[in-house]
């Protein structure tokens, strides 16, 4: 085997695997309401953020996911986790959801408890320190290393 397929086989897996354990199924099986869709949510005003694009979200990343374990379709899992990172990294940089978050547990204990989220914002609880945001930067790392491996090879007329 090629040294850039076993790149590209390792590098699927372990971002597939994240996609699943990481960001995925929390959106299904995690606490409720999800903390950052609830921010979002509180700060747009638009309740469809939390659970409806969340499970829309949740979806798109465990397809992705599938997508990336199949050679034949590593590009196109590649390319959707991509544009689903792109649209974390753009709630990060806009208003509505920030670089630096609310810690999870914390921000989710008030959440649970019925504090809104004008509340919490009030309270300038401490902050992840932006690993949110780095966690999406690194997907996006990943996604476009496949997307440049899995590449389609063009040949010589």
Same mark, same amino acid.
């Given at each position: ?60 990343? *465990?397809?992705?996911? &599938?997508?990336?374990? #199949? /050679?034949?379709?590593?590009?196109? $899992? @590649? =390319? +959707? ?11 990060? *940089?806009?208003?509505? &959801?920030?670089?630096? #978050? /609310?810690?999870?547990?914390?921000? $989710? @204990? =008030? +959440? ?46």
């Amino acid at each position: 085997m090629k040294p850039v397929r076993i790149v590209s086989w390792v590098l699927a897996l372990g971002f597939a695997a994240a996609l699943v354990f990481l960001v995925g199924l929390p959106k299904f099986i995690g606490p409720e309401p999800n903390p950052i869709f609830a921010i979002i949510a509180g700060r747009t005003g638009i309740d469809l953020f939390e659970p409806y694009v969340r499970y829309a979200t949740g979806v798109a990343e *465990l397809v992705a996911a &599938l997508l990336l374990v #199949i /050679p034949r379709t590593r590009l196109y $899992g @590649a =390319l +959707l986790a991509g544009i689903v990172t792109i649209s974390a990294i753009g709630f990060h *940089l806009s208003p509505f &959801l920030g670089v630096q #978050i /609310p810690q999870m547990d914390r921000l $989710g @204990a =008030l +959440l649970q408890a019925g504090r809104s989220v004008a509340e919490i914002d009030a309270m300038a609880l401490p902050t992840d320190g932006g690993m949110l945001f780095s966690m999406a930067l690194v997907f996006l790392a990943a996604s476009a290393t496949l997307v440049w491996l899995e590449r389609p090879q063009r040949t010589a007329p």
